[in-house]
């Protein structure tokens, strides 16, 4: 859990009207089985129940450490025969109050689930538990010309990636979680241990099991064993910087060199307040100014090519200040505004929180619809710093208000409603890599309908009927239950 977490104030959680806590009976079970690996500890619950959210801590009543496929299988069989919540946990680093404990139950840390089981290199695949975090992951890959491309810039376990079929810097190129995930070893609600997929390059044989968990959030089961896609590490990478009068224009440029098959490996833009934070963070002088950090990746002869046809595109639209480089330590000062944005960010404004938005849209509504957001930042009265992957359609607002103030926080609600409700219009998407979790519970509603959002919940009571798994997120509570409010 971040430091900030625990420090500033934070926005009031959706709350149940009622909580499961587990039952005497239940944790003299899990002590038995985990020993010193349950604790009740306040300290480990707050950090279990916080994470990046703007929403206050809500903490779990134990947490419960498991090493194994089987120990979890053993502790959500338990939970389930006690009708007791259990909400897996990897990092902590989710935006959408993923992992708060809003009714209660036992927090499932994942963490000590840190292996690589396997690493495949001639079928390009590597198998570790859910607890590996992307960054292990490519440090045990080094040596083997391979590896893993998913990078939402938070050094996220791959459980947890999964459950929010993650994306980031790298989709332009290599695609989301979803696209690079295999196959998965998942522990269903009732305990039971299940494979979704074999790992043959394709299939046809019943349901599409892996995509069915794959942003499931871990409220229809909950990942233990990952297999991942691999890629060949490219001879060459360039990392290359330019300014441009406005975002308008840097969002054409990405647009034309995308449709001019320019085959981009990342393409991030910040606004010039996003730079302006940086430069203040990191003591830069960088120019305020909207900019795209582009990388490129391939033969030196195919890099060179591309690097200069995005120059001479960049030119038409006024884009300046091109700089680029093919050596690693250029290239890190080059990335590093894009790596340092979020929380120079937050900077901006001390004691705030950031509504995090991620509206992503087709490539061509993308420049619209960042207009009228702009639009809509100019009356908002609060610091909005805008960044993302423009090279796949998906940007954020970095709202920054002080949750102490009702206020703020209604301002910065409200902005997200529009958001979300303009990107539905654009033909696009309400969340395009952070998931729903708590807060984006009423624009499934928006973006699918009530017949799609009803079958989803169908999905849901069939695969979790005692409804133990990460309860409250994702699916709205069905009408005459118990309501989030």
């Not at 080094?142 to 996220?156: E, Q, R």
């Not at 290359?240 to 098959?261: E, K, W």
């Not at 909207?290 to 195919?302: A, D, L, M």
Request: charged residues 20%; aromatic residues 4%.
């Amino acid at each position: 859990m971040s430091e900030a977490a625990v420090t500033m104030h934070t926005a009031p959680s959706p709350r149940p009207a009622t909580r499961r806590s587990p039952p005497a009976a239940l944790l003299a079970a899990l002590h038995e089985l985990l020993g010193q690996r349950l604790t009740q500890s306040a300290a480990e619950c707050l950090q279990h129940g916080s994470d990046e959210s703007h929403f206050a801590p809500q903490p779990p009543d134990a947490v419960a450490y498991a090493e194994s496929t089987e120990e979890v299988a053993r502790i959500v069989g338990l939970c389930h025969a006690h009708a007791t919540p259990v909400i897996a946990f990897g990092v902590g680093s989710s935006v959408e109050g993923h992992i708060l404990a809003v009714q209660g139950g036992i927090c499932l840390d994942l963490s000590r689930m840190s292996a690589v089981l396997a690493i495949e290199p001639d079928n390009l695949t590597a198998t570790a538990q859910a607890g590996v975090t992307r960054l292990a992951l490519n440090a045990a890959l080094a040596g083997t010309g391979l590896f893993f491309s998913v990078d939402p810039g938070a050094d996220a376990s791959l459980g947890g990636m999964v459950a929010t079929a993650a994306s980031g810097t790298n989709t332009v190129r290599y695609g989301t979680m979803r696209e690079n995930t295999v196959s998965l070893t998942v522990v269903t609600a009732e305990g039971k241990v299940i494979r979704t997929a074999s790992h043959a390059r394709k299939s046809s044989a019943g349901y599409n099991l892996t995509q069915l968990f794959a942003g499931s959030e871990g409220t229809l089961g909950i990942v233990t064993e990952v297999t991942v896609r691999l890629h060949p590490q490219p001879e060459c990478v360039a990392a290359a910087v330019v300014n441009f009068p406005d975002l308008h224009a840097a969002v054409r440029s990405v647009i034309q060199a995308i449709q001019m098959g320019v085959p981009l490996a990342r393409a991030e833009l910040l606004d010039a307040l996003s730079i302006r934070a940086i430069n203040a963070h990191s003591k830069t002088c960088h120019k305020e100014a909207p900019t795209v950090f582009f990388e490129f990746c391939g033969g030196r002869s195919q890099v060179d090519e591309q690097a200069a046809t995005v120059a001479e595109i960049a030119g038409e639209y006024g884009g300046g200040g091109f700089a680029w480089s093919t050596l690693p330590e250029e290239r890190s000062r080059l990335w590093q505004p894009r790596h340092h944005a979020y929380f120079a960010a937050l900077q901006l404004k001390p004691g705030c929180r950031s509504s995090t938005t991620d509206a992503c849209v087709p490539l061509a509504r993308l420049g619209d619809c960042m207009a009228e957001t702009l639009d809509d930042i100019a009356t908002l009265g609060l610091p909005v710093p805008v960044l993302g992957h423009v090279g796949d359609g998906n940007f954020h607002c970095l709202v920054l208000m002080d949750p102490g103030r009702p206020e703020e926080v209604a301002q910065a609600e409200a902005f997200s409603a529009r958001m979300a409700a303009r990107a539905i219009r654009f033909g696009g998407t309400c969340t395009g890599e952070h998931g729903v979790g708590l807060h984006k519970k009423a624009y499934l509603l928006q973006e699918h309908g009530e017949d799609a959002v009803e079958l989803m919940a169908r999905i849901k009571r069939a695969l979790d009927p005692r409804d133990i798994l990460n309860p409250g997120k994702v699916v709205p509570v069905p009408r005459g239950a118990e309501r989030v409010v």
